[in-house]
């Protein structure tokens, strides 16, 4: 008939969506997968004292921000190494290239750079002992002549 | 520093309240909706006050906890403070479990 109204139901695709409420229960349940990762113990998280949370969240804190450190310490030492290689490398090819005059250099570092206390006490220990024999090497040629 | 508890004597039995993520998530199981605290804020106390028994006296029936919960706010000597303390309560368990670096957050989406 003409001038009826005819109302058309939305299509599906049509509809507004509706708001999904998140439970506050799948926020925890987040969360305790997140403190899990970081060591927290399952029941320490759901029955324990809460107030201890921050702690695992400071110390997991503290204990990346370490592994960063040490792994930008060992990229840097790694490139170090790898530099005086080269450098050892490019010294011997020149002194071979240049007929071999003059004393051969020195090759790749004989001992690891002295970074803890220990190895800095070794290294002195070793310098020490090396310019002891320079000094009785230079005493016997001074004997001899 | 630990967690807030309500400590109090009832009958000749011990009561120690409190909040735990394992409660707060039961509270919410058994229908408590924690969005709608600003607008039930006459019965959010009470609410809970009966929540809180979950942690450590989850036997407790709920009629037991709503009349200590009567009682309590009954009292000339504090009473009306309880409702405070409940809400601190539960502000600190919720912002001691979930309020961290990178937060998850608690939103509504479409």
């Known amino acids: 008939m003409e001038g009826d109204q005819v109302s058309v139901a939305p299509l599906p695709s049509q509809e507004e969506p509706k708001e999904k409420k998140i439970k506050f229960g799948e926020i925890l349940d987040e969360w305790c997968a997140f403190y899990m990762s970081i060591g927290v113990p399952y029941d320490e998280y759901w029955y324990g004292d809460y107030t201890r949370l921050k702690f695992y969240y400071k110390a997991w804190e503290l204990k990346t921000t370490r592994e960063v450190e040490m792994n930008n310490q060992a990229s840097y030492l790694a490139g170090l190494y790898n530099y005086n290689a080269f450098s050892s490398v490019m010294a011997t090819f020149g002194w071979a290239l240049g007929g071999k005059k003059g004393s051969k250099p020195d090759g790749y570092m004989q001992h690891p750079l002295a970074i803890t206390e220990n190895e800095k006490k070794a290294e002195r220990e070793r310098n020490a002992q090396k310019t002891i024999e320079w000094f009785m090497k230079g005493q016997e040629v001074n004997k001899d002549g | ?110």
């Open chain 2, 1 to 110: 520093m630990s967690a807030t508890k309500i400590e109090f004597e009832y009958k000749g039995k011990q009561y120690t309240l409190q909040f735990t993520a394992d409660s707060l998530k039961k509270m919410e199981s058994q229908g408590v909706d924690f969005t709608s605290f600003g607008t039930k804020i006459l019965t959010a106390g009470e609410t809970l006050f009966v929540g809180s028994f979950i942690a450590n006296h989850p036997e407790t029936p709920k009629s037991l906890a709503k009349e200590i919960y009567q009682q309590i706010k009954g009292e000339a000597d504090g009473g009306e403070a309880l409702d405070d303390v409940l809400f601190e309560m539960f502000n600190e368990a919720v912002s001691e479990i979930t309020q961290r670096r990178g937060n998850l957050g608690w939103k509504v989406t479409k």
